[in-house]
């Protein structure tokens, strides 16, 4: 059973950077995983995605974000650099199509400009 355990939110001001894990346990190769985003009265959106080593990123976040895979570690990280305010979210971990798997409780993202 996959499990995935998303870590690395935090406080941070405008302009600044975090780095957001994943750790996708019980998967045996990660090929594709997405980063998603939840703001407060707001729908999830995908704002980042892998899958065979290409990737994709919402215009909102390209330039800024990197999505990047360890398959020894079993780990998805985001990268984000230069965040803005409207960046703030819960940060979740999956898929980027098909059938999700179960959501982790995400990580906390807060901007302060």
């Known amino acids: 059973q996959v499990q995935l355990r998303e870590s690395g939110g935090g406080l941070v001001q405008a302009g600044g950077s975090l780095r957001l894990s994943c750790a996708a346990s019980g998967m045996i190769f990660i090929n594709a995983m997405g980063w998603y985003r939840q703001a407060p009265g707001k729908q999830r959106e995908l704002v980042a995605a892998i899958s065979g080593g290409s990737t994709n990123y919402v215009d909102s976040v390209k330039g800024r974000f990197t999505i990047s895979i360890d398959n020894v570690k079993k780990m998805v990280y985001l990268q984000m650099n230069r965040l803005k305010a409207e960046d703030t979210a819960v940060y979740y971990c999956?898929?980027?199509?098909?059938?999700?798997?179960?959501w982790g409780q995400g990580t906390q993202v807060t901007v302060s400009s």
């Open positions: 999956n898929v980027p199509s098909g059938t999700y798997y179960q």
